[in-house]
């Protein structure tokens, strides 16, 4: 089978990213790329990494440029892609790398992004419990934020076991490119470079409702959050270390016991060997997530780290295996779980 | 006055950091520079950005090297200061940027570090609850811990007030100086640069209970915390994200009230205007800190950021503005609370 | 003497170190702040690291903003110097931290620049022969730009001693303050960290006639610049490897000779001992300059090395320096050595 | 044809590139890992970023361990290549990563690495002129170094041309991967972050004699080099800026000409449009190498600039095209030509 794929906002860090690997995807053919502002512009100049795609140019985003593919990945402002949406046909798959159909909860949506909500498709994450069921033979999928699979993955497994309180306290650094290409004096490289800051300190940052939804999923009653963002001056890759107190009578062994059950045969998540704990540096530019916990037994919490590339599983990884999945391929094609490292 | 003033350990980042703020310290005269494996290298080698001290060669650390000053620092590995400190004279101020002598429960140094405790020294956070008066005139300063530091300063405020419940969550990054000069393969720029990484996960690290002893005091009662520390790829600074349950009734206005009340008057540690949060490229080689705090509403819990640079405010500047105080010089002589950015 | 100095351009980096160590210098007294796009805004926002003046706010650049002060900086865009200071009486010190003042030669100023000459300024790079004469009593400063700073810093002795053929070859790294705050794609943190990049390759940076301005001038006759700068994922810092042919029948001693006679007692340059090369952590937020020169045998060349930090000794170090002269004060008031490092 | 290849040195940072890549390399299945003071270890503690290979134990570097390979790739230290090699029989296919086995002249060997010459083998890069024939159905694979590979790319086309003078300059900033794992002072974090250091200046640096033999091989002449490498602030990439006087006549057509001409069909070697510049970034992680040049006509110089990942094309990459060559397979199998990027 070869797919014929489209990529709508390829100049952006998400787009490169979705053509990164689908360059290296060997079922894929990359068809339309496209962008708004940069419309015209050869991908040479936007994205000087993807070689093999130097000469091809940007068509606007249109219906037109998006026709004739059998998969088209969105990687938009977020807003924008129910409208592009709607204009491609049910038997195409399309995958939005934008928040705009993750939530459930429409006055969730409401209240944190201040427009009407879209509606709710197949949310690709295939490791929470059910969620490889969702996603097979779906055409429509809501890639989840960079944060919120980081914490899923880092904290799923503890309220699954129901082995967690419900109030989940969560700070996470973040490579600078998860903030986007936008222009902003606080990404400046000189800014970035020697700094650690946190934003969206209170409970204000968007991905926060996505969290809360899935880990009272997984706990199967309503999960508190309290996130604290930081960016770290690195390009990629994000370090969640996620807490929360621990249920009465939970030793280290029951932890342990059902980390490994939850993440047992996955291709992309691992649980490390005890003692050794997750670097973003290990999981650099690949599909990995590195994951890690342990008990504190003074403080009574138990502690869950991951570690995630931002770009990839945090986005186009996580958008071409949940692809993979809903067109019935082999779920590992054209990913990698090997870190660029040093 | 003209205060003469010995490093011992000078060849490490901390001593060399010190060295750096006693050149520009107008009232003090630099003495012996000391080491131990380095001792008969000259300063140029070592630490090249002390221009005016090239020329300065190590002596072996010794009773007689450091005898003749007003004025010791100790830049020693954990469990060398005693030894160091018996054999100069009551005298003479002592400033001890090791471990030491900052714990008051004997059973703690030992659970933490293993070998019998050698006592308790006035500890030097002079912006803690009667840190001041109890460094005034003193001969023995015990400087605090960064995490201690950055993390004290971000929650005293809210514990003081009782605003806060008993059981604070902290995650914060760490420059790679605060691991120090040791040859480790974890801390080679290879390794680093791109990565963040946790350590001591679990309630393992020893500084966590200097943070327990100082969040317990300005409660009035026994404070467990959870800490986990994480490297950050930058050479300088500590962003510590802090946070504990609101007491019930506890409001936005009550928050700020108290953390403006108790930080009031500071030199060096600033309450930030709402909205704005600190970052560790604004205190980079300065003697500051900068706080925020924030109530989350829908989590109930007080989030309180601090900045600071774990060399200065962390170690060396804490110990030159407890000496200041202890030796009833201006407290913010020769110290600057300008940060060097971008 | 209490000195009253107003810095025009205060919210861009330049403006910002220029505050840094004015706030540092005991005979000057900060006055007006000014800027452009961003009057009526507070420095805490757009400075946060110049604590002291956190709650300063910019008024615009105006005459009557900049008026009654003995100094006023500017640290504005190439261009709009002249206008500024030809409405400042010829008593009051204008420091010119842009280009406008440094060419003598005002076709290359237009070639470069493409706009009209507007004179030339006593030159602010002291080490110079003739240097430190030029600026004492001056009314008018024109500061280097940094990378001329670092290599003719780099060269000069060289070709003051008659050693080195006239076609110098330069490459250099600069840290990303030294293109500003400006919101280019190119300068976002993502972009710059993990990466270096050349740029204004081939002869076409503006840098380059100032540099050929100095080496002529030190060697007696015309000499070609090849200068090739290039980005490096650093907020600040120039290194700067320059070479020439030597001339025939020079020797190592010779070129060891030339360097350690023509830096002899300067407070801020600094001859390495042999054997070791300057590194920019050096010299991080210092006014030094370190230098280090070695004779190739094989290839025949004299290769100069040079560390500065291009915002301190590259920029606002070098302007105080200047203004130290210029007003009869003692040359280092107010400046350091000394870098801030690890 | 499945090729089972072993890996000598898999604890470098060498080895781990070599790893990575034969892991996605669809004709290559790992067989031996070994190492030397790392023997017994798991490549889960040494290697995190190899997931698949995590349980991979590292074997002692033997005849024993590493017989029965089609190909056995070695990452050793200098010196240590050729008693391995001469254990391995005539048909296995050997590709040593160190230096032992490249120049061709006995006494630059012994005057730069001070033993005895161990021969030489056909030398793996395929671009320059005769490359690729000197290694088709060869046994043998001196890998180049990583410096000479970005050298010998970047200025071979106008050497071959007869555009350029003999005398070549070099400036190479490196990412702290090429200095390999050893535990020295100056590539821990601390030091390497925000800096930029020299070293190996004046010729001294193994890597010269290299370069001279490749870029006289390509002027048909003895070529002079005067060669600096600097160490930057990042973990991977070369960024080399050579230049040469241009022979008398040469225009600019001359040069775009002779690169487009000396670069046509390379699948990883690619010459820029005119005015883009390479940068790591754009090559990080991938064999590809991206190639500028310039003809300065004030300097009368050409100035040519590449920009390759140190550890891919500068080491494994290299090593794992020269493979495909020799064994007959496509000579692109395994590698990629897209950056990780941002």
Known sequence: MTVRAAVAGASGYAGGELLRLLLGHPEVEIGAVTGHSNAGQR???LQPHLAPLADRVLAPTSPEALAGHDVVFLALPHGQSAAVAEQLGPEVLVVDCGADFRLKDAADWEAFYGSPHAGTWPYGLPELPGGRAALQGSKRIAVPGCYPTAVSLALFPAYAAGLAEPEAVIVAASGTSGAGKALKPHLLGSEVMGSMSPYGVGGGHRHTPEMIQNLSAAAGEPVTVSFTPTLAPMPRGILATCSAKARPGT???AVRAA??????GEPFVRLLPEGQWPTTAAVY???AAQIQVA????????IAISAIDNLTKGTAGGAVQSMNIAL????ELGLSATGVAP
Chains 1, 2, 3, 4 share one sequence.
Request: glycine fraction near 12%.
């Open 259 to 264: 980390y490994e059950k939850a993440l047992a």
């Open 251 to 253: 030793d280290a062994e």
């Open 285 to 287: 530019g690949s599909n």
């Open 295 to 302: 008990l504190d037994p003074a403080a009574g919490r138990i």
């Open 43 to 45: 991908l040479a100049a």
């Open 328 to 331: 019935g391929l082999p779920e």
